[in-house]
């Protein structure tokens, strides 16, 4: 989908990878007032992408408990096992 002086930008290449639905109503009707649907499609990425940074920025709480909750059960293991 080219655009209208023939040359597709980076931005555009991104968005489409991103979202091709996206591009494809940003370029046919630019203009026009963001749709229920495109608003919703839009608070659903952002939610998404939010929670995999939240996910991100714990990550390393995670392997710490992991790693905290692995060294009790083996510990707990060595002492049923004496």
Request: glycine share 10%; hydrophobic share 40%; with cysteine.
């Amino acid at each position: 989908m080219l655009g209208n002086d023939g040359w597709v930008s980076a931005t555009d290449l991104a968005e489409y990878a991103y979202c091709p639905r996206s591009l494809y109503y940003r370029r046919r009707d630019p203009d026009a007032e963001e749709s229920v649907s495109a608003r919703a499609g839009r608070v659903f990425h952002d939610r998404t992408l939010g929670a995999e940074r939240r996910r991100a920025a714990r990550g390393g709480a995670y392997w710490a408990g992991l790693l905290l909750g692995s060294g009790l059960v083996l510990a707990a293991t060595v002492v049923l096992l004496r």
